[in-house]
């Protein structure tokens, strides 16, 4: 399986955009799919993960922030609302098969979309 990120952008403080991350040369239907991001001079972070039933999401962005999956498009969505500036970054999309207990690790991943950038000016 490889992954595509797109959607990012600049928006201003308040706003929204919506990730998308298609899957190709294979489903995503057997993989748990995870949001990452990482921005200037930090290390990457967790933002939101997805198995059949079940989402988690960071602290940070719970209550602003919606992953979900459409197996028919193989594509796996985040939509961001309320952005703040201290939502810029560098967004990730990923795939693993890791236990659910370690979703948050973006070590236990091996399948990575390239990153779209989101930039949420105040």
């Known amino acids: 399986v490889q992954l595509q990120a797109s959607g990012g952008g600049l928006v201003q403080l308040g706003g929204s955009l919506r990730l998308s991350c298609v899957a190709s040369?294979?489903?995503?239907?057997?993989?748990?799919l995870g949001w990452f991001r990482q921005a200037p001079g930090k290390e990457r972070e967790f933002v939101s993960a997805?198995?059949?039933?079940?989402?988690r999401y960071a602290d940070s962005v719970k209550g602003r922030f919606t992953i979900s999956r459409d197996n028919a498009k193989n594509t796996v969505f985040l939509q961001m609302n309320s952005l703040k500036p201290e939502d810029t970054a560098v967004y990730y999309c990923?795939?693993?098969?890791?236990?659910?207990?370690?979703?948050?690790?973006?070590?236990?991943?091996?399948?990575w979309g390239q990153g779209t950038l989101v930039t949420v000016s105040s």
């Open positions: 040369e294979g489903s995503i239907s057997t993989y748990r």
């Open positions: 990923a795939a693993t098969r890791v236990v659910w207990s370690e979703i948050e690790n973006h070590k236990q991943y091996h399948i």
């Open positions: 997805l198995k059949t039933g079940t989402t």
